[in-house]
């Protein structure tokens, strides 16, 4: 919390540590909006600063020294995050951004008049991969998986923590060490500022930062020779057809998918594409309740895929 904590103007941040310390320990999000109450999530509750009988309200003003802080007094070193509508900061937290999108010749060229913020807390939870990791390995190798699960259910910290576990290895359980090469789009699962992640994956995982899934999965092929590639929120052709040429070169794909159920991802064309051509060996999903996760085996029969609860 503490990088998180700076780049918040003094008003808020004092209110917010005056949080109960086990309630900081959980937040998720922080929601700040002009002429609104701030919001401070945690997976249970939302929590009102100081409180809903009396909130306080983040003003325009605040909304200007917050952007200052965050481009630490110069916006125009932010111009390539302002496109993508968000700003990852040290530690790997992600503030989100809204207002005044500004377009030029038809793309968006940056938002100005930030009138919203969202404030992800980056978390490393190490070892919450480990109940997956026998059902994920078969004869000596990682199979292909698919994570599915909706949004706030875990899938990127159980990416990142797959992809720490593949590059250490596990000698406990003979699954050695293996390069593994992550695609982050959004700079989600290693949290990169500069390039450099700012989560612990151990000394054999390179990273694409604010690549293209497409693009980066072939990037990383033609580059760094990985093992192992990761890759989160598939969904476009191009992610499914990248998917299926990495697959065919040899590499093991861990990927990510928003859905509540495998029978929900396989009303989109290219994940059931992806599914009804046995890609993926292993799905993962996740319960947006417990955020456990049951692991499912695809197999082939008669020539149309079944679904075995390993």
Same mark, same amino acid.
């Given at each position: 919390m503490k990088e998180i904590l700076h780049v918040l103007p003094e008003n808020v941040r004092a209110l917010t540590l005056k949080l109960p310390k086990d309630i900081l320990n959980e937040v998720e999000e922080i929601r700040l909006r002009v002429n609104r109450p701030v919001e401070v999530r945690t997976y249970k509750r939302t929590y009102v600063l100081p409180n809903e009988a009396a909130p306080f309200v983040f003003s325009e003003k605040e909304s200007i020294l917050m952007m200052s802080l965050l481009s630490k007094h110069s916006v125009y070193r932010l111009e390539e995050e302002l496109k993508r509508g968000y700003i990852t900061i040290t530690g790997g937290h992600r503030v989100g951004?809204?207002?005044?999108?500004?377009?030029?010749?038809?793309?968006? =060229?940056? $938002?100005?008049?930030? +009138?919203?913020? /969202?404030?992800?807390?980056?978390?490393? =939870?190490?070892?919450?991969?480990?109940?997956?990791?026998?059902?994920?390995?078969?004869?000596? /190798?990682?199979c292909h998986t698919l994570i599915i699960g909706p949004p706030k259910t875990g899938k990127t910290t159980l990416l990142r923590d797959l992809a720490r576990e593949m590059s250490l290895g596990v000698k406990t359980e003979n699954m050695p060490s293996k390069n593994v090469g992550i695609i982050d789009e959004r700079s989600e699962i290693a949290g990169s500022v500069k390039g450099v992640p700012q989560h612990d994956f151990g000394v054999k995982v390179d990273i694409l930062d604010s690549c293209p899934k497409a693009e980066g999965l072939m990037m990383m092929i033609r580059s760094m020779s990985p093992e192992v590639l990761v890759v989160d929120e598939i969904g476009?052709?191009?992610?499914?057809?990248?998917?299926?040429?990495?697959?065919?070169?040899?590499? *093991?794909? &861990?990927?990510?998918?928003?859905?509540? +159920?495998?029978?929900?991802?396989?009303?989109? @064309? *290219? $994940?059931a594409?992806?599914?009804?051509? +046995? &890609? &993926?060996?292993?799905? $993962?999903?996740? /319960? @947006?309740? *417990?955020?456990?996760?049951?692991?499912?085996?695809?197999?082939? =029969?008669r020539r149309n895929p079944g679904v075995v609860k390993v």
């Open positions: 951004l809204a207002g005044r999108v500004v377009m030029e010749k038809g793309e968006v =060229k940056g $938002i100005r008049d930030i +009138s919203s913020f /969202n404030i992800r807390v980056a978390k490393q =939870k190490k070892g919450v991969s480990k109940p997956f990791l026998k059902q994920l390995h078969q004869g000596g /190798n990682w476009r052709k191009e992610d499914g057809e990248a998917i299926m040429e990495a697959v065919h070169a040899g590499v *093991t794909i &861990f990927a990510s998918v928003h859905g509540s +159920s495998l029978e929900d991802v396989k009303a989109r @064309p *290219t $994940i594409s992806l599914i009804d051509q +046995s &890609f &993926f060996q292993r799905v $993962i999903e996740l /319960n @947006p309740h *417990t955020r456990q996760g049951i692991v499912r085996r695809l197999e082939w =029969k």
